[in-house]
């Protein structure tokens, strides 16, 4: 077999690989390129592949950052650990900005939407159970300003 035509099989089974991986979900370009590599991909190999995938539209950080975001927040989470999970999965911070501009809930209400689900609807009447609250909001990746709005209603 000529190498031209062992590195087109070779494409073809990255290309394959990739979106039998975007068939299932949508994946970030950098969270693609370490499951192909731990595929077995060859390396030389998944970066025109990407390139291509995103060029037809198969692939795309925005649209996977946007559904991230989505999904994320209809859960309770907020900005902060939405922006963090985004920017782990290898997405650019201007997508990721893009993303929740587009998304624009109102973290307050979802900070104590949150916070209902989890205490209820009273509002805390000690120190220590606000502190607890306030502690479960922040690990939820919402602002001091959401944590203090939502529990100050």
């Not at 950098?30 to 998944?46: M, Q, V």
């Not at 609807?121 to 939502?150: K, M, Y």
Request: with cysteine; aromatic share 4%.
């Amino acid at each position: 077999m000529s190498p031209a035509m062992a590195r087109m099989d070779r494409d073809n089974d990255v290309r394959r690989a990739a979106m039998n991986l975007l068939a299932r979900r949508e994946h970030s370009r950098s969270e693609l390129r370490t499951k192909l590599r731990r595929r077995g991909a060859d390396a030389s190999a998944i970066d025109p592949v990407l390139a291509g995938l995103d060029a037809e539209g198969l692939q795309s950080d925005t649209r996977y950052a946007e559904s991230l975001a989505h999904s994320h927040a209809r859960r309770g989470k907020g900005p902060l650990r939405i922006r963090a999970e985004l920017r782990a999965h290898g997405v650019d911070d201007e997508v990721i900005e893009s993303a929740l501009a587009a998304l624009a809930p109102s973290w307050t209400e979802l900070a104590q939407a949150a916070r209902c689900k989890r205490f209820g609807e009273t509002l805390p009447d000690s120190r220590e159970a606000r502190a607890q609250q306030a502690r479960f909001l922040e690990q939820r990746g919402f602002t001091a300003e959401h944590i203090r709005a939502a529990l100050a209603r």
